[in-house]
């Protein structure tokens, strides 16, 4: 530890510690623009300098490591002169427009401009002017003339987001920030850049004029938009979403959030907005009130049920619904007497079910995966199934964590990976395998039954070796694995890997609440999410979900609530497809109308409130599955408030919830046979298409992640079919059909199309991971 003196007040601090990080810790603030505690220190706009003693010249807090002994003035009559020259030349090129800029209120240059600028600038020739430039419908860089060089943009994008999309042209007073080429900025966390800012140069194109900072209610929040459970901000102006901001929680988010969790706000606002309860009578929609919507609702469950029992009744949720809303609608069907609840929609494999040891998590805390020596993560596409997830260990891999990854994809996931194997859905268990036999040779002990029969290769063997190396390692398993026909034995294989190395084994998660949606019993003591379609029931309730985008086999489950004779949809959406199926269609807030509490991968608690008015006759879903629960005469639904049901369910005060545990109880290992017999289909879920909020979203559905899905093939795949790229085929699977473009794509494995799902174009096809035929259209 080094001993400095701060404006007299003394601390001590680890040994490559910058006068920045050791005024932070005895609490001297040190003006700066281009430092950022997440970033790589740049020392390019000079605003920190200080006095050290015995030092010719001011220098700058952020580059200047501490010595033992130092002695630091920051409000001294040269550290003072020092910085507020700086400021004169900052503002010398500024334009003035404070009035009318976005940032106004929030601009870290305006603010202090007031302590450290002059009264009056002695510059009197023309300001240089920067022309603007469009770089897509997230990032506004109208106002380029604003930008002091900071750079902070251009770093966040080559160490945090993994890609260079912006960068500094030309010397001295004509350097200026721009895209390579003309190019568009399309990663899945840029919107960070707009909060990096420290002036007005980079702002929100959807928020763009359409608020002051000074007008915004600020609320806390938790995304629904996956399992990490982003802390947010959401700023709100007349009951109205007009912004949502990460809120800093370095255990869960550090400082950031996803362009999908920034953005979708927009759909809240939207015209699809399912505002009054409806119910068609007669084949036509009516809009009426809610004691006549319920009284519906309570009949048709009751009449069904009493004429052909409660197993006639099935419940569906999404896995964006609150512990509460899940524990509700369970109990609400099991009054009904059913078993038939899920909220697992895309999965098709539950043979684990009866065997799990406890819920299913992440195996360890996220925070904990920078610590990690090695990682293998197994079946995830995972920049856009998991983009903070994926932050974490792009930082871990630039340091000394060995990131391996097994999947069905060669997307480039930006980060600086230790081994990679790609091969067909179907071969997934065999590599997996190897990889499991590769370590039991590495250390020399018996190998597991069932795995004698795998093939071990080089990529097997490092995967293999990096996690028996390694002291802190883990595998974890991605979204393919949990919607795979082989989950079970996938899972069965890690847990051996996990025994052979010393790893921990976990799940990266597919929603905002899957540990919550086990941890409140959703669950089917009767048919699944898959069997509840495949052996048709006479009613279901559908929650959150959008059946053609959010279930593994839209083919079967369309089919299916199309002969029911009651379907009740209830949704923040109006869902056009749902108008053809569904027989009353129940307004429920999304999670910023609604109370309620969501369950983190890594199986944190974490409660929010509602932060603007319900729309319209829009209900939250917890207060109206405990009034539905009354019109049907059902004991223990006279809940107060969803803090009562969160304390039933999770108990109270609790931080972390307790029961997880990932192990299997007698699943034996059966390698199948590999290969489909024809093409087998990968279907990735498009981040922008994930939800029923990101797929209102405008501004997320004009990015690149948002183009319409193509038949992906690489170049082996497409001779054999006989077609070149960008000719249209016709791609089949079961009953469905649909006519795509053909694209090159030499990241599929062969043998196999890539035809992503959760898109009005694929809506009509069957299982995500099944066989599919393409032929010339």
């Known amino acids: 530890m080094l001993e400095i003196e701060i404006d007299g007040k003394k601390a001590q601090v680890p040994d490559g510690s910058t006068v920045m990080d050791a005024a932070q810790q005895v609490g001297v603030y040190i003006p700066h623009f281009c430092y950022h505690k997440k970033l790589s220190i740049a020392a390019n706009c000079r605003m920190c300098l200080v006095q050290v003693e015995k030092a010719p010249k001011p220098l700058p807090a952020c580059a200047t490591p501490v010595t033992n002994g130092m002695k630091v003035f920051t409000h001294s009559e040269l550290a003072v002169k020092a910085q507020k020259g700086v400021m004169e030349f900052l503002l010398i090129n500024h334009p003035l427009d404070c009035p009318i800029c976005d940032q106004g209120g929030e601009c870290q240059l305006q603010d202090m401009s007031v302590g450290y600028g002059p009264m009056k600038s002695r510059y009197t020739e023309e300001k240089h002017v920067v022309f603007h430039k469009s770089v897509g419908p997230l990032i506004s860089m109208e106002e380029m003339s604003r930008c002091i060089h900071c750079t902070r943009c251009v770093r966040f994008g080559q160490e945090i987001g993994g890609i260079m999309e912006l960068g500094m042209a030309n010397r001295n ?42 007008e915004l209610q600020r609320r ?137 040891a406890g819920a299913p998590w992440l195996g360890m805390r996220l925070a904990e995966i920078k610590d990690l020596d090695a990682a293998l993560v197994i079946g995830s596409f995972l920049r856009k199934d998991h983009p903070l997830i994926a932050q974490r260990m792009r930082q871990a891999a630039k340091k000394y964590t060995k990131v391996s990854l097994l999947s069905v994809t060669g997307d480039d996931q930006l980060i600086n990976l230790h081994a990679r194997l790609t091969v067909a859905p179907s071969q997934l268990t065999a590599a997996l395998a190897a990889v499991v036999k590769a370590a039991a040779e590495i250390k020399g002990v018996t190998m597991p039954a069932g795995v004698e029969s795998a093939v071990v290769c080089e990529t097997t063997q490092k995967i293999a070796q990096s996690l028996v190396d390694g002291e802190k390692r883990a595998v974890f398993l991605g979204n393919v694995v949990t919607q795979s026909a082989d989950a079970t034995q996938l899972q069965a294989l890690a847990l051996e890997l996990g025994k052979l190395t010393g790893a921990t084994v976990g799940f990266l998660g597919e929603g905002a609440n899957t540990v919550g949606g086990h941890v409140a019993r959703a669950l089917p003591s009767g048919a699944n999410a898959r069997l509840m379609f495949e052996q048709p029931r006479k009613a279901y309730v559908l929650m959150g979900v959008e059946p053609e985008f959010d279930c593994a086999n839209p083919q079967l489950v369309l089919g299916a609530l199309k002969q029911a004779s009651l379907v009740v949809y209830m949704s923040a959406f109006k869902h056009a497809p749902a108008l053809e199926f569904a027989d009353v269609m129940l307004p429920v807030a999304p999670y910023t109308e609604t109370s309620g509490t969501f369950v983190n991968i890594e199986g944190r608690v974490q409660s929010f409130n509602g932060v603007a008015k319900a729309r319209g006759d829009a209900r939250p879903a917890w207060k109206l599955l405990r009034v539905l629960g009354n019109v049907l005469n059902l004991d223990g639904f006279s809940y107060g408030s969803s803090e009562e049901i969160r304390d039933q369910v999770l108990g109270k005060g609790a931080e972390f919830v307790t029961g997880l545990d990932n192990g299997l109880k007698d699943v034996s290992i059966a390698l199948s046979a590999t290969g489909t017999g024809g093409f087998q289909r990968i279907a990735d879920v498009p981040i922008n298409f994930a939800d029923p909020m990101a797929r209102r979203a405008p501004a997320l559905q004009q990015t690149a992640d948002a183009v319409a899905p193509t038949a992906r093939m690489n170049e082996q795949t497409l001779a054999q079919i006989g077609v070149a790229d960008g ?37 009509m096809l069957g299982d995500m991971f099944g066989s599919i035929s393409v032929e010339r259209a």
């Not at 052909?308 to 009744?313: I, P, R």
């Not at 791609?731 to 898109?759: F, Y």
């Open 173 to 214: 007073m004509h350097s200026e920030i721009m895209t390579f080429v003309g190019r568009t900025v399309d990663s899945e966390l840029s919107g960070n850049m707009i909060d990096l800012c420290p002036v007005g140069a980079l702002t929100s194109k959807p928020f763009r004029y359409t608020a002051r900072s000074w």
């Open 220 to 356: 806390k929040s938790v995304s629904p938009h996956d399992s990490v459970g982003a802390n947010l901000v959401v700023q709100v102006k007349h009951d109205n979403v007009m912004r949502v901001l990460p809120r800093e929680n370095e255990e869960v988010n550090e400082c950031w959030i996803s362009d999908k969790e920034r953005f979708s706000y927009q759909s809240l606002n939207s015209d699809e907005r399912l505002t009054k309860p409806m119910v068609k009578q007669g084949g036509e929609w009516k809009e009426v009130d809610w004691n006549v919507a319920l009284d519906y609702v309570a009949h048709g469950l009751k009449d069904v049920a009493r004429e052909h029992g409660g197993d006639a009744l099935a419940a569906l949720a999404a896995q964006s619904s609150t512990v509460e809303e899940l524990f509700l609608l369970g109990k609400v069907m099991k009054g009904l007497g059913s078993g038939n609840i899920d909220f697992r929609p895309r999965q098709c494999d539950f043979s684990a079910d009866s065997k799990r």
């Open 727 to 763: 000719v249209q085929v016709c791609v089949k699977q079961g009953s469905g059909e649909t006519v795509l473009i053909a694209k090159s794509d030499n990241n599929v494995p062969a043998g196999c199309v890539r035809v992503s799902a959760a898109h009005a174009s694929t809506a």
